[in-house]
């Protein structure tokens, strides 16, 4: 699939230029007291640095990025093996959005589906006092009804890498996710930037076809996995292939967009430098096997230090937590050191252990440091699970399974004064400003022995403690001095985790499983952060006006929620 001429042009034509006529002089915020040069000065960007405490201070480019972007039905073959696919712009993975630290991003996204609603969430931003733009149907807004269109806006006030996805129902595992670039400093030197590399599982039905079988509690089998769209599957299909210059050290900006199945990523023969977890840069590590979990992202920097030839990237499914996977030792690309060799490589994968667990928070350790203050709330919540009087198999947290309304949005109830959320609604009220709050998240024996990733909205939170097959007392340690952060952290089997944050950024964050499944399953819970303050933040008349659209297109075509919400 390619994308349609129209959007191609418009978000070409945006992507590369600023739109803001007065602040072409501060273009380029890099430059400055300490000019930035990836190879040179990596930690420098102009008048701030790779050590300003992003939370306080970013740069004031005064530069506007705007994209369009259509999200649209169609079939690709994108492993040879033609299905339905709905995607961005035509393609999967969608058009990457980029921005420079700073700059604010607009991004209007049109729903040209035939018969679904859509929403686009930014994975990992933050959305500072912009909550209404974090694009999560039931919670922040209504779906977008087709042939409506929505625009989001925000600023990149964090730097490195990400993505965004659909967050209605399992739309996203049906190809519409792409990449986010925000330019910035690093913490380590590299010569080139290969940009974005997705991992995927991918089925060959779509997921809305598929659901009936994971709400029963069966998850669907995978027929394979993606590297950055695309493998091979019996006969077809082809690899991902990139180009090492050799002596020269690449920079792979990783994410898993799985919906269930949690990667090992290893390029054969080479060591990967790990400069960041999600979107907070961290003390550089090397290691020969990246362990990453659904919904997380890890910067990499790998030296082509090989004297030449072909090698094997891989990805492994982690068989301790993911889904069953046809392909799960063949999902592979090639990076080659002559882009003219068709040759397949014969190098040997490095060993690893299947046990779903995070890159050790040890090797964690963010740049900025930042240590964590004793609590005003904490909130203990256990992970279990029921089955309803239809048979439908839903998580729960602390006996609730999350459902929140398509059609009256968590937001627009605190708008309108809805001050008694639903039970159902699975609500956490925090109206304390600038206070520390505790999640601790208990995944016993109830909980059926499973890995989970655990990702919250509006915030990076700070991991206090994450442990396997251990209980979590009163006398567990935390760490609290310059702790991990990150957006997302995996919940370990028959154990525990323990988060932090602060409440600094008013509005209705999610924090959910991402696991596919389980989200629409009912494994989340939302945040209703300073509730007095959200008003004055939203444009009521552009929510309202979203939601009545939605409205009308459920009355006249039937439209029943049988999921979560989210």
């Not at 598929?210 to 590297?227: K, R, V």
């Not at 627009?412 to 609604?425: G, H, N, W, Y």
Request: charged content about 20%; hydrophobic content about 35%; aromatic content about 10%.
């Amino acid at each position: 699939m390619r994308p349609t001429t129209f959007w191609t042009a418009l978000t070409t034509l945006v992507a590369t230029s600023l739109v803001s006529a007065s602040s072409v002089h501060r273009r380029h915020c890099h430059i400055g007291k300490c000019n930035f040069h990836p190879s040179k000065s990596p930690k420098c960007w102009g008048d701030h640095s790779l050590s300003t405490n992003w939370y306080d201070e970013i740069p004031d480019t005064g530069v506007t990025r705007e994209y369009w972007l259509q999200v649209q039905n169609g079939t690709a073959a994108v492993d040879g093996v033609e299905r339905i696919v709905l995607s961005v712009n035509g393609s999967v993975p969608g058009p990457t959005i980029v921005a420079d630290w700073g700059d604010t991003v607009i991004v209007h996204v049109h729903n040209a589906l035939e018969n679904n609603g859509t929403s686009i969430h930014w994975h990992g931003l933050r959305q500072n006092y912009t909550t209404q733009h974090d694009g999560v149907a039931s919670v922040t807004q209504c779906p977008v009804a087709p042939r409506d269109t929505i625009t989001y806006k925000f600023r990149a006030e964090q730097y490195g890498h990400s993505w965004y996805h659909s967050h209605f129902a399992t739309q996203a595992w049906n190809g519409v996710f792409g990449g986010i670039v925000i330019n910035g400093p690093c913490s380590a030197p590299y010569d080139e930037d290969q940009g974005v590399l997705f991992l995927n599982d991918w089925f060959h039905n779509t997921t809305d076809a598929l659901w009936s079988t994971a709400a029963a509690g069966s998850p669907p089998i995978a027929q394979n996995g993606l590297i950055n769209g695309m493998n091979v599957y019996g006969d077809g299909g082809k690899r991902y292939e990139t180009t090492f210059t050799a002596g020269k050290r690449h920079r792979i900006r990783l994410v898993n967009g799985a919906i269930d199945t949690h990667y090992k990523f290893m390029i054969d023969n080479h060591k990967m430098k790990v400069i960041a977890a999600d979107l907070v840069p961290i003390e550089p590590y090397t290691t020969d096997v990246l362990s990453i979990g659904i919904g997380q992202r890890y910067d990499i920097i790998v030296e082509a230090d090989q004297d030449g030839g072909d090698f094997w990237l891989r990805a492994y499914p982690d068989m301790a937590c993911s889904a069953e996977n046809e392909m799960t030792d063949n999902i592979r690309g090639i990076v080659r050191y002559d882009a003219s060799s068709r040759s397949d490589p014969i190098s040997a994968a490095y060993s690893y252990t299947d046990d779903c667990l995070d890159e050790p928070m040890s090797k964690l350790v963010p740049y900025v440091p930042l240590d964590v203050d004793h609590p005003a709330a904490k909130e203990d919540f256990s992970v279990g699970f029921t089955v309803n009087t239809h048979g439908m198999f839903k998580w729960t947290l602390d006996g609730t399974d999350l459902l929140s309304d398509w059609g009256v949005p968590t937001l627009q109830q605190s708008l309108i004064d809805l001050s008694v959320f639903k039970t159902s609604s699975n609500v956490v009220e925090l109206n304390e400003k600038e206070a520390w709050v505790y999640f601790i998240i208990e995944n016993g024996a109830a909980a059926l022995g499973l890995t989970h990733p655990i990702h919250l909205h509006g915030h990076d939170f700070y991991v206090l403690a994450q442990e396997a097959n251990a209980n979590y007392t009163a006398s567990t340690p935390l760490q609290l001095k310059n702790p991990p952060r990150r957006d997302v952290a995996m919940l370990p089997a028959n154990g525990f985790l323990v988060i932090g944050f602060i409440t600094d950024n008013p509005g209705v964050w999610l924090m959910h499983c991402h696991i596919g499944w389980h989200a629409s399953q009912g494994f989340g819970l939302q945040v209703v952060e300073r509730e007095a303050e959200i008003p004055p933040l939203c444009d009521s008349e552009s929510l309202d006006s979203t939601c009545a659209k939605w409205q009308r297109y459920v009355a006249a075509k039937g439209i029943l929620q049988d999921d979560s919400g989210i």
